[in-house]
């Protein structure tokens, strides 16, 4: 894919960003207006009704998006959040309380239970929430059903007080569909909302890539507790919404089951935008009272249904115009600029002036004594010492294998080895989580690129900045002033880095249309994003070609000319010798020598393990 | 002598967790996924079971061999529905997949075979032991050894043969295990073929304890999940001892402390698990790539 001469196509049928909004903003109108006439025409019929719990329903379900559609975690308790929500509004308004002081206490304790839940079971494998999340959801069923004094057992709670509003009291299918209408929207908002947060994107990142989410700043735990907590919260106003809405509960509609029912609708719906949540809840809740026919067969078509959907639209149904729209449309795959333009960035003319300097002996910034990792009977790093200059690019060398890479997951926290020390100025690194190394100043690229496909190119680098970021969650997600003067900083600071890169004219691309030298940039402007102290750069030209490779030269000496110091792992020696101050050179997890260049190119021992075969392919090309 | 009979029966119910824990294992030692169907195959080797002996009243040596050949086509049916279209998915999508296809699976033995619970006889009839105040019916015995003989199988096959290394060749990495030569395909196929053929055997075993009945495998799945997780994911060893432990402990917190509560000491185990040793007993292998 790389290299191939595909130039910029973009189709004519695809409608301009302004037209789409337009578009947009076209239905988005004709929609509200539907929503807020059409139910008069129903009257107090069946239908409303459905419609009502439909949208106690698309509550839940918006809550749902948070912890799975923009976080890629499994939650099977979204009913069981739903039915403490429930119960708890009912116990507390049977004994007296209004609505509006027992919706929020209930809402609260949702929240409190998904923070228990979440808090040890978020820092491991996506797959163990789910496990939790099962368990969680059958105890609490189980609860339900037998703690009778407080939960009525089986046959529940009855006569649970409604909603007044201002003294009035809501009567009829009408005026709680409004009122129901009224709630649903603002959670809707507010998910939309936050996906052009700081939050959401932090989300959004590490859904498509944990550690490069945690690498760029976000504390990626802390961000899934936020979105879990935000589900369970979505889910215990929903119950309270619910409760007063029939005025009795019983444990039915609580159970895995229906948590399962709800993340289906999520799914088919779509991840990723709460507009999906929206499509998923209304066609799981009308299908099967438009599919009555089928009688026993619905839940075996139902099946293979949510099956073939997910096989066919990636994106869920929400995707699916847009799926229509690209098939009659040419199947070019989206535009692969040529990097040409990188020439033209300041990179290449700050370049010039930096090159000039030919040693540099600044204080040392990073410190790195004894470093050993072994895996089993493997030793990876033996006792590696190696101490970085400020202001100076220090590459690191050595054959495949050579322990590298694993040099560079040690430095970032990805590994913890079993011996040694790594220190940032005066501060231990060891020990410490990916995300609290990069708020230290340590940032860096992978060699196999991790982008966030889902965002656009601005908004990757945008997520780098996560970590310079003074504004709370609470703050971001409600679009306080302060929060929305930091978005602006953000932005700018972003594109900003996405100038120095020469990334600038595809700031608003979705990420995975670049080419594979871009990525590779946007990988450093993200990395550039978090205003690191040192920078380190895992075989960056990689796949680039020689004109490729040398506009990333001149890249890393203008990074220099910034005063920020690289730490370089690179194959490529036409680029190590071009921007190296220092060389360390590695051969199988030791330190073999360190020098300048002239020393390394020198030493025998170095040319035996390690030069002597690299310059003759170096030659060649 | 009333706590020897009720560690007796735990043992008897944790040897069936642990033979649907080998299956989901079988899977996920593969693929790299939970099969949330797993239950469900359990449930449709239950009712072939019902099907051979009883309605077609062929001999045990022969029903047994055809329903468990006829769990392996499903089990590769069940592959190649619910697993190979949506491969490479992100794994919250996954895991919808298999749940739907455990509703297919559970409905469609409600169409065939009735709502109504049926019984399937063992091979051993109601052959019991008794040693002094405690009873062994001969079927829990033979439970046992087809679980310790599974186990066995199940580590041999993964590690001293050349169709298991290539399996977890697959499910460590699936690209480079083709470029190797391994054909993932088939050996995909394999191994929800082997999934489904232990599955076919829990419900043969099952079937004459419990009755068979379209909504046995939901449960019994989850039982699985649990106890995979309690034993650390991935670890087959693991998987046995933590089943035949559940097994103990549910049926004497059932006899001693309440059995109201009965179905939550599991999951009550297993998330107090992931709170203090999330990576269960016997750990578990597989670390993010960076």
């Known amino acids: ?621 | 002598m009333q706590l020897l009979q009720l560690v007796i029966n735990g043992l008897a119910m944790g040897a069936i967790y642990a033979l649907v824990a080998l299956g989901l294992l079988q899977i996920f030692n593969a693929v790299r996924i939970v099969n949330f169907g797993q239950g469900q195959l359990l449930m449709v080797g239950a009712f072939l079971g019902l099907s051979t002996i009883v309605q077609a009243g062929l001999p045990m040596w022969l029903a047994y061999p055809v329903t468990l050949a006829a769990m392996a086509v499903i089990g590769v049916v069940f592959m190649l529905v619910a697993y190979y279209p949506v491969r490479g998915k992100p794994y919250y999508v996954l895991i919808l997949t298999t749940i739907a296809m455990g509703i297919v699976l559970e409905n469609l033995a409600l169409i065939i075979w009735g709502p109504l619970p049926q019984a399937v006889p063992s091979p051993f009839g109601s052959a019991q032991w008794q040693f002094g105040g405690v009873t062994v019916s001969l079927h829990v015995l033979f439970v046992f050894a087809v679980t310790a003989v599974m186990l066995l199988g199940q580590w041999w096959f993964f590690n001293r043969t050349t169709y298991g290394r290539m399996m977890q060749a697959t499910a460590q990495d699936m690209e480079m295990a083709r470029l190797v030569g391994v054909r993932v395909r088939y050996t995909i196929a394999g191994a929800f073929a082997l999934a489904a053929v232990f599955a076919g055997a829990g419900g043969l075993l099952v079937a004459p304890m419990f009755l068979a009945e379209p909504s046995m495998g939901g449960s019994l799945g989850l039982k699985a999940y649990v106890v995979s997780v309690i034993g650390g994911f991935g670890s087959l060893q693991g998987a046995v001892i933590a089943g035949l432990l559940l097994g103990v402990v549910e049926t004497l917190a059932a006899g001693y402390i309440s059995s109201t509560y009965r179905d939550a000491y599991a999951f009550i185990i297993m998330i107090t698990m992931l709170f203090v040793m999330p990576r269960g007993l016997f750990g578990e292998k597989i670390s993010e790539r960076v």
């Open chain 1, 1 to 621: 894919m790389n290299g191939s001469p595909v130039v910029a196509t973009v189709s004519p049928r695809e409608r301009s960003p302004v037209q789409q909004s337009r578009w947009r903003l076209f239905a988005l109108a004709l929609g509200a207006i539907a929503v807020v006439v059409l139910p008069h025409f129903l009257g107090d019929s069946y239908v409303l009704q459905l419609v009502n719990f439909g949208l106690i329903g698309l509550i839940v379900v918006v809550g749902l998006n948070y912890i799975t559609g923009y976080c890629g975690q499994i939650n099977f308790a979204q009913a069981a959040f739903y039915g403490i929500g429930a119960y708890t509004t009912a116990v507390l308004m049977l004994k007296g309380l209004s609505f509006w002081l027992a919706m929020p206490l209930a809402a609260m304790a949702t929240g409190l239970c998904s923070v228990v839940l979440g808090v040890p079971t978020l820092r491991l494998r996506a797959f163990y929430l789910a496990m939790a999340t099962i368990g969680f959801s059958e105890i609490v069923q189980l609860v339900l059903i037998h703690w009778e004094p407080v939960t009525g057992g089986t046959s529940g709670l009855r006569g649970i007080p409604g909603v007044s509003l201002f003294g009035f009291a809501l009567q009829g299918q009408l005026q709680h569909y409004y009122f129901l209408l009224a709630w649903a929207a603002f959670g809707l908002w507010l998910a939309v909302r936050v996906r052009s947060t700081q939050l959401g994107r932090s989300m959004l990142a590490l859904r498509d890539t944990e550690i490069a989410a945690e690498v760029a700043g976000v504390n990626t735990t802390r961000i899934k507790s936020i979105a879990l907590a935000l589900s369970a919260i979505y889910a215990g106003i929903a119950g309270a919404l619910y409760v007063t809405y029939i005025g009795y509960v019983s444990p039915d509609g609580f159970s895995t089951g229906q948590s399962i029912q709800y993340y289906t609708m999520l799914i088919i719906g779509g991840t990723g935008s709460a507009v999906g949540a929206v499509v998923g809840t209304i066609t799981l809740t009308a299908l099967p009272e438009l599919l009555r026919f089928l009688r026993e067969w619905y839940l075996v078509l139902y099946g293979l249904g949510v099956i073939a959907i997910i096989a066919v639209l990636p994106g869920g149904l929400v995707g699916l115009p847009r799926r229509l729209r690209r098939r009659s449309a040419p199947t070019t795959a989206p535009a692969h600029v040529s990097t040409a333009t990188v020439e033209a960035s300041p990179a290449a003319s700050a370049s010039s002036a930096s090159a000039a300097e030919a040693t540099r002996t600044g204080e040392m910034i990073l410190s790195i004594k004894g470093v050993t990792q072994r895996f089993g009977g493997l030793i990876a790093l033996d006792d590696v010492n190696i101490d970085v200059r400020e202001g100076t690019v220090h590459a690191v060398i050595g054959p495949n294998g050579a322990g590298k890479t694993c040099f560079l997951n040690v430095l970032t926290g990805a590994y913890i080895p079993q011996a040694g020390s790594v220190k940032l100025l005066d501060r231990e690194l060891l020990g410490l989580r990916p995300f609290q190394i990069t708020h230290l100043g340590l940032s860096r690229n992978f060699q196999n690129i991790r982008i966030y496909p889902s965002l656009s190119v601005l908004e990757n680098v945008m997520v780098g900045q996560a970590c310079r970021s003074s504004i709370n969650t609470l703050q971001s997600f409600l679009g306080t002033p302060a929060s929305r003067r930091e978005e602006r900083a953000i932005k700018l600071a972003a594109r900003e880095a996405l100038v120095f890169v020469g990334l600038s004219e595809h700031a608003d691309r979705p990420a995975e249309s670049l080419a594979y030298a871009q990525r590779r940039l946007l990988e450093i402007a993200r990395a550039i994003a978090t205003q690191p102290r040192v920078l380190l750069l895992d075989e960056p030209a990689a796949g680039m070609n020689v004109q490729e490779s040398t506009e990333l030269m001149a890249l890393i000496r203008a990074i220099r000319a910034r005063g920020t110091t690289i730490v370089l792992v690179e194959h490529n020696m036409r680029l190590v010798m071009g921007v190296s101050d220092r060389i360390s050179v590695l051969d199988f997890g030791k330190k073999l020598a360190e020098g300048s260049k002239d020393e390394i190119r020198q030493n025998p021992a170095v040319i035996e393990a390690y030069l002597g075969q690299t310059v003759t392919k170096d030659s060649r090309a």
